[in-house]
C-alpha cells in the first residue's frame, strides 16, 4: 500500500533548517516551524505508520527559477514524518526525489510505501 500526501510548505534546505551552537547543532527555529506546520497538516488525514522498511519518493516544487541542490532538502522533509509515516527515518532504505522549478508556488509530494521482504 502506497501513501501520498501533498503537503503546501517550502521544505526548509540543510542551510536553514539546522543551527550550529558551542558543540551543539539544533533545530533552528525556522526549521521548528516547518516540522510543526508538516506534523499538524499531516494530522488532518488519515495515514497509516510503517514499521518495516520503506521506500520514500519526493517530488519537491519550488515557485521559482533559482538554482538549488535538491539533496539538502532531504533531511528536514524526512524527519517530519518520524513518528507518523514510519517510526524512524532509520527504516528508509530507498529515496527518489525529482525537484521542479518556475511553477509558481512551493510545495512538496511526499509517497511512502513498505517494501516487501
Request: net charge positive.
Given at each position: 500500500?502506497?501513501?501520498?500526501?501533498?503537503?503546501?510548505?517550502?521544505?526548509?534546505?540543510?542551510?536553514?533548517?539546522?543551527?550550529?551552537?558551542?558543540?551543539?547543532?539544533?533545530?533552528?527555529?525556522?526549521?521548528?516551524?516547518?516540522?510543526?506546520?508538516?506534523?499538524?497538516?499531516?494530522?488532518?488525514?488519515?495515514?497509516?505508520t510503517y514499521e518495516k522498511?520503506?521506500?520514500?519518493?519526493?517530488?519537491?516544487?519550488?515557485?521559482?527559477?533559482?538554482?538549488?541542490?535538491?539533496?539538502?532538502?532531504?533531511?528536514?522533509?524526512l524527519d517530519c514524518f518520524?513518528?507518523?509515516?514510519?517510526?524512524?527515518?532509520?527504516?528508509?532504505?530507498?529515496?527518489?526525489?525529482?525537484?521542479?522549478?518556475?511553477?509558481?508556488?512551493?510545495?512538496f509530494i511526499i509517497e511512502?510505501?513498505?517494501?516487501?521482504?
Amino acid at each position: 500500500m502506497k501513501q501520498t500526501f501533498t503537503i503546501p510548505y517550502k521544505p526548509d534546505s540543510a542551510n536553514t533548517h539546522w543551527r550550529r551552537g558551542q558543540n551543539v547543532t539544533y533545530l533552528s527555529k525556522k526549521g521548528r516551524e516547518f516540522r510543526n506546520n508538516v506534523q499538524a497538516y499531516i494530522k488532518l488525514y488519515s495515514y497509516k505508520t510503517y514499521e518495516k522498511r520503506v521506500k520514500v519518493k519526493l517530488d519537491i516544487f519550488f515557485a521559482d527559477k533559482r538554482a538549488r541542490d535538491l539533496d539538502n532538502y532531504f533531511k528536514s522533509i524526512l524527519d517530519c514524518f518520524k513518528g507518523f509515516l514510519y517510526v524512524d527515518d532509520k527504516q528508509i532504505d530507498k529515496i527518489e526525489a525529482t525537484k521542479h522549478i518556475g511553477v509558481g508556488k512551493n510545495y512538496f509530494i511526499i509517497e511512502v510505501e513498505e517494501l516487501k521482504e
